[in-house]
Protein backbone atom coordinates (compact mmCIF):
# COMPACT_ATOMS: atom_id res chain seq x y z
CA UNK A 1 0.00 0.00 0.00
CA UNK A 2 1.61 3.34 -0.87
CA UNK A 3 1.87 5.98 1.65
CA UNK A 4 2.76 9.85 1.68
CA UNK A 5 5.26 10.98 3.85
CA UNK A 6 3.09 11.87 6.97
CA UNK A 7 1.09 9.10 6.82
CA UNK A 8 4.28 7.08 7.35
CA UNK A 9 5.52 9.48 10.06
CA UNK A 10 2.24 9.11 12.01
CA UNK A 11 2.71 5.15 11.69
CA UNK A 12 5.33 5.18 13.29
CA UNK A 13 4.68 7.50 15.99
CA UNK A 14 1.33 4.74 16.75
CA UNK A 15 4.51 2.16 17.02
CA UNK A 16 5.73 4.35 20.11
CA UNK A 17 9.11 6.73 18.59
CA UNK A 18 8.65 10.43 19.08
CA UNK A 19 8.10 13.01 16.48
CA UNK A 20 11.78 13.49 16.42
CA UNK A 21 13.03 10.40 16.15
CA UNK A 22 10.38 9.27 12.96
CA UNK A 23 11.52 12.30 11.38
CA UNK A 24 15.41 11.60 11.44
CA UNK A 25 14.76 7.72 10.59
CA UNK A 26 13.00 8.82 7.75
CA UNK A 27 14.96 11.75 6.23
CA UNK A 28 17.98 8.56 6.73
CA UNK A 29 16.03 6.40 4.66
CA UNK A 30 15.22 9.25 1.78
CA UNK A 31 18.62 10.80 2.18
CA UNK A 32 16.94 14.48 2.54
CA UNK A 33 17.70 16.95 5.52
CA UNK A 34 14.92 16.97 8.16
CA UNK A 35 13.23 20.28 6.82
CA UNK A 36 13.15 19.22 4.00
CA UNK A 37 10.04 16.67 5.24
CA UNK A 38 8.41 19.12 6.04
CA UNK A 39 7.17 20.59 2.82
CA UNK A 40 6.98 17.14 1.36
CA UNK A 41 4.60 15.41 3.45
CA UNK A 42 1.87 14.43 0.68
CA UNK A 43 4.43 13.12 -1.43
CA UNK A 44 4.55 9.60 -1.73
CA UNK A 45 7.13 6.95 -0.34
CA UNK A 46 8.47 4.40 -2.78
CA UNK A 47 7.87 0.83 -2.11
CA UNK A 48 11.46 0.46 -1.26
CA UNK A 49 11.51 3.31 1.03
CA UNK A 50 8.36 2.85 2.58
CA UNK A 51 9.77 -1.13 3.12
CA UNK A 52 13.07 0.66 4.63
CA UNK A 53 11.38 2.91 6.77
CA UNK A 54 9.07 0.48 8.34
CA UNK A 55 12.24 -1.95 8.78
CA UNK A 56 14.09 1.05 10.28
CA UNK A 57 10.92 1.74 13.11
CA UNK A 58 10.63 -1.64 14.19
CA UNK A 59 14.40 -1.21 15.06
CA UNK A 60 14.21 1.90 17.27
CA UNK A 61 11.09 0.80 19.15
CA UNK A 62 12.70 -2.62 20.10
CA UNK A 63 15.02 -0.03 21.78
CA UNK A 64 17.87 0.06 19.35
CA UNK A 65 19.56 3.36 19.24
CA UNK A 66 18.82 5.97 16.65
CA UNK A 67 22.51 6.54 16.08
CA UNK A 68 23.01 2.28 15.02
CA UNK A 69 20.03 2.67 12.95
CA UNK A 70 21.20 5.68 11.00
CA UNK A 71 25.09 4.78 11.37
CA UNK A 72 25.99 8.50 12.21
CA UNK A 73 26.20 10.86 15.53
CA UNK A 74 26.89 14.02 15.93
CA UNK A 75 29.70 15.33 18.73
CA UNK A 76 31.42 18.72 19.12
CA UNK A 77 30.28 19.44 15.70
CA UNK A 78 31.73 16.08 14.08
CA UNK A 79 30.16 13.67 12.33
CA UNK A 80 30.83 10.58 13.24
CA UNK A 81 30.15 6.75 12.07
CA UNK A 82 28.98 4.65 14.74
CA UNK A 83 28.07 1.31 15.45
CA UNK A 84 27.12 -1.63 18.02
CA UNK A 85 31.05 -2.32 18.61
CA UNK A 86 31.31 1.20 20.72
CA UNK A 87 29.28 3.59 22.89
CA UNK A 88 27.15 5.96 21.51
CA UNK A 89 28.76 9.34 22.41
CA UNK A 90 26.51 11.79 24.68
CA UNK A 91 26.69 15.43 24.76
CA UNK A 92 27.49 15.31 28.68
CA UNK A 93 31.06 13.88 27.33
CA UNK A 94 31.47 17.27 25.39
CA UNK A 95 32.30 18.41 28.59
CA UNK A 96 34.89 16.72 29.40
CA UNK A 97 36.03 17.66 25.86
CA UNK A 98 36.09 21.47 26.74
CA UNK A 99 37.40 21.02 29.89
CA UNK A 100 40.46 19.05 28.32
CA UNK A 101 41.02 21.80 25.83
CA UNK A 102 41.22 24.03 28.83
CA UNK A 103 44.42 22.27 29.20
CA UNK A 104 45.43 22.24 25.96
CA UNK A 105 47.21 25.36 24.14
CA UNK A 106 45.98 25.96 20.93
CA UNK A 107 49.65 26.02 19.33
CA UNK A 108 51.23 23.47 21.85
CA UNK A 109 52.21 20.02 20.62
CA UNK A 110 51.19 18.53 23.74
CA UNK A 111 50.80 15.05 24.06
CA UNK A 112 47.22 13.79 24.70
CA UNK A 113 45.90 10.21 25.52
CA UNK A 114 42.37 9.07 25.64
CA UNK A 115 41.84 5.55 27.25
CA UNK A 116 39.15 3.38 25.93
CA UNK A 117 38.41 6.10 23.23
CA UNK A 118 35.20 3.41 21.70
CA UNK A 119 33.85 5.70 18.20
CA UNK A 120 37.13 8.11 18.70
CA UNK A 121 34.82 10.60 19.74
CA UNK A 122 36.92 12.53 22.30
CA UNK A 123 40.16 11.87 20.68
CA UNK A 124 38.72 13.29 17.09
CA UNK A 125 37.23 16.44 18.98
CA UNK A 126 40.42 17.59 20.71
CA UNK A 127 42.52 16.60 17.65
CA UNK A 128 40.19 19.12 15.61
CA UNK A 129 40.08 21.68 18.20
CA UNK A 130 43.95 21.79 18.91
CA UNK A 131 45.47 20.37 15.60
CA UNK A 132 49.12 20.51 16.82
CA UNK A 133 48.35 18.19 19.76
CA UNK A 134 49.95 14.57 19.36
CA UNK A 135 46.65 13.14 20.25
CA UNK A 136 46.87 9.26 21.12
CA UNK A 137 43.55 6.84 21.05
CA UNK A 138 43.55 3.96 23.02
CA UNK A 139 41.42 1.06 23.46
CA UNK A 140 40.73 -2.55 24.28
CA UNK A 141 38.67 -3.52 21.66
CA UNK A 142 39.61 -4.09 17.88
CA UNK A 143 36.35 -3.84 16.53
CA UNK A 144 35.70 -0.01 18.10
CA UNK A 145 39.78 1.06 17.10
CA UNK A 146 38.49 -0.13 13.22
CA UNK A 147 35.21 2.09 13.43
CA UNK A 148 37.37 5.33 15.45
CA UNK A 149 40.54 4.63 13.08
CA UNK A 150 37.35 4.89 9.86
CA UNK A 151 36.51 7.99 11.51
CA UNK A 152 39.68 9.37 11.58
CA UNK A 153 40.59 8.80 8.03
CA UNK A 154 36.98 10.14 6.78
CA UNK A 155 37.46 13.46 8.75
CA UNK A 156 41.34 13.99 7.98
CA UNK A 157 42.48 13.78 11.03
CA UNK A 158 45.54 12.27 12.16
CA UNK A 159 45.50 9.74 15.49
CA UNK A 160 48.03 7.47 17.03
CA UNK A 161 46.28 4.29 17.56
CA UNK A 162 47.00 1.80 20.10
CA UNK A 163 45.00 -1.48 20.70
CA UNK A 164 45.24 -2.52 24.42
CA UNK A 165 43.74 -2.61 28.02
CA UNK A 166 43.89 1.04 29.32
CA UNK A 167 47.45 2.10 30.03
CA UNK A 168 49.21 -1.21 29.10
CA UNK A 169 48.85 0.11 25.34
CA UNK A 170 51.00 2.82 25.93
CA UNK A 171 53.94 1.37 28.42
CA UNK A 172 56.95 3.63 28.28
CA UNK A 173 55.37 6.40 27.17
CA UNK A 174 54.30 9.48 29.18
CA UNK A 175 51.57 12.15 28.46
CA UNK A 176 50.75 15.94 29.49
CA UNK A 177 47.00 15.34 29.46
CA UNK A 178 44.80 12.34 30.13
CA UNK A 179 41.38 11.67 29.22
CA UNK A 180 38.94 8.97 29.91
CA UNK A 181 35.41 8.36 29.37
CA UNK A 182 35.74 4.59 30.80
CA UNK A 183 33.02 1.92 31.44
CA UNK A 184 31.45 3.57 35.47
CA UNK A 185 27.84 1.63 35.46
CA UNK A 186 27.48 -0.49 37.97
CA UNK A 187 27.06 -4.47 37.43
CA UNK A 188 23.44 -5.50 38.05
CA UNK A 189 22.56 -1.48 37.74
CA UNK A 190 18.76 -1.19 36.73
CA UNK A 191 19.19 1.15 34.03
CA UNK A 192 21.29 -1.00 32.05
CA UNK A 193 18.00 -2.69 30.60
CA UNK A 194 17.85 0.43 28.79
CA UNK A 195 21.26 0.01 27.39
CA UNK A 196 21.55 -3.77 26.15
CA UNK A 197 21.77 -2.28 22.56
CA UNK A 198 25.40 -1.03 23.40
CA UNK A 199 28.48 -3.07 24.34
CA UNK A 200 28.19 -4.28 27.83
CA UNK A 201 32.41 -3.80 27.68
CA UNK A 202 32.08 0.20 27.46
CA UNK A 203 29.09 0.13 29.85
CA UNK A 204 30.23 -1.55 33.63
CA UNK A 205 32.92 -2.05 35.38
CA UNK A 206 32.70 -4.18 38.62
CA UNK A 207 30.26 -3.93 41.92
CA UNK A 208 29.80 -0.52 42.42
CA UNK A 209 31.06 0.44 38.66
CA UNK A 210 34.82 1.64 39.66
CA UNK A 211 37.09 -0.72 38.78
CA UNK A 212 38.28 0.43 35.55
CA UNK A 213 38.85 4.06 37.31
CA UNK A 214 40.50 2.37 40.06
CA UNK A 215 42.96 1.13 37.57
CA UNK A 216 43.01 4.01 35.73
CA UNK A 217 43.94 6.18 38.44
CA UNK A 218 46.69 4.21 40.29
CA UNK A 219 48.65 2.92 37.05
CA UNK A 220 48.42 7.04 35.89
CA UNK A 221 51.70 8.10 37.31
CA UNK A 222 54.04 6.13 35.72
CA UNK A 223 52.31 7.71 32.14
CA UNK A 224 52.28 11.53 33.24
CA UNK A 225 54.97 13.93 33.13
CA UNK A 226 54.95 15.78 36.14
CA UNK A 227 51.90 18.83 35.75
CA UNK A 228 49.73 16.93 33.43
CA UNK A 229 45.77 16.99 34.06
CA UNK A 230 44.01 13.02 34.20
CA UNK A 231 40.32 13.54 33.46
CA UNK A 232 37.77 11.16 34.01
CA UNK A 233 34.03 11.49 33.07
CA UNK A 234 31.96 8.89 35.48
CA UNK A 235 28.69 8.28 36.80
CA UNK A 236 26.01 11.02 38.61
CA UNK A 237 27.20 10.21 42.16
CA UNK A 238 30.78 9.11 42.20
CA UNK A 239 32.46 12.56 41.73
CA UNK A 240 33.54 12.37 45.48
CA UNK A 241 34.73 8.97 45.40
CA UNK A 242 36.47 9.39 41.83
CA UNK A 243 38.27 12.43 43.68
CA UNK A 244 39.17 10.15 46.64
CA UNK A 245 40.83 7.85 44.35
CA UNK A 246 42.55 10.71 42.76
CA UNK A 247 44.03 12.44 45.87
CA UNK A 248 45.27 9.03 47.58
CA UNK A 249 47.25 8.50 44.28
CA UNK A 250 48.91 11.70 44.85
CA UNK A 251 47.15 14.35 42.36
CA UNK A 252 45.94 17.60 43.63
CA UNK A 253 44.14 20.16 42.67
CA UNK A 254 41.31 17.65 42.30
CA UNK A 255 38.28 19.03 41.05
CA UNK A 256 34.39 18.30 39.28
CA UNK A 257 33.09 19.37 36.44
CA UNK A 258 29.24 19.51 35.73
CA UNK A 259 27.33 18.30 33.06
CA UNK A 260 24.66 20.17 30.93
CA UNK A 261 22.06 19.16 33.72
CA UNK A 262 24.20 20.82 36.64
CA UNK A 263 25.41 17.38 37.64
CA UNK A 264 29.69 16.56 38.35
CA UNK A 265 30.15 14.49 35.53
CA UNK A 266 33.72 14.91 35.20
CA UNK A 267 36.58 14.67 38.16
CA UNK A 268 40.24 15.61 37.50
CA UNK A 269 43.38 15.65 39.35
CA UNK A 270 46.86 17.59 38.32
CA UNK A 271 49.93 14.97 39.06
CA UNK A 272 52.91 16.38 40.54
CA UNK A 273 56.25 14.32 40.40
CA UNK A 274 56.27 12.16 44.30
CA UNK A 275 60.26 13.88 44.46
CA UNK A 276 58.88 17.14 44.39
CA UNK A 277 56.65 16.11 46.81
CA UNK A 278 58.85 14.43 49.12
CA UNK A 279 61.22 16.67 48.58
CA UNK A 280 58.55 19.57 50.03
CA UNK A 281 57.88 17.68 52.85
CA UNK A 282 61.31 17.43 53.90
CA UNK A 283 61.90 21.19 53.92
CA UNK A 284 59.22 21.65 55.54
CA UNK A 285 59.57 18.52 58.47
CA UNK A 286 63.81 20.89 58.73
CA UNK A 287 64.28 22.56 61.49
CA UNK A 288 66.41 24.71 59.41
CA UNK A 289 64.59 25.30 56.54
CA UNK A 290 66.51 27.18 53.61
CA UNK A 291 65.91 30.19 52.85
Known amino acids: MTSTLAAALAD ?12 LLLAHVLQRPRSWLLAHD ?37 SLQVDASVLVPRPDTETLVDWALEHLGAHEASTVVDLGTGSGAIALALKHARPAAHVHAVDASAAALATARANAARLHLDLRFHHGDWWTAVGGQRFQLAVSNPPYIAEGD ?20 LDAIRRIVADAPAHLEPGAWLLVEHGHDQADAVA ?12 SRQ ?17 SKQSDTTRAASPHPAA
Not at 244 to 255: K, Q, S, T
Request: aromatic share 6%; net charge neutral.
Open 12 to 23: ARTAGLDRLDAQ
Open 42 to 78: TDLLAPQDAAAFRAAVARRAAGEPLAYITGRKEFHGL
Open 190 to 209: PHLAALQAEPVMALTSGADG
Open 244 to 255: MLLRNAGFDAVC
Open 259 to 275: DLAGVNRCTGGRWVAMQ
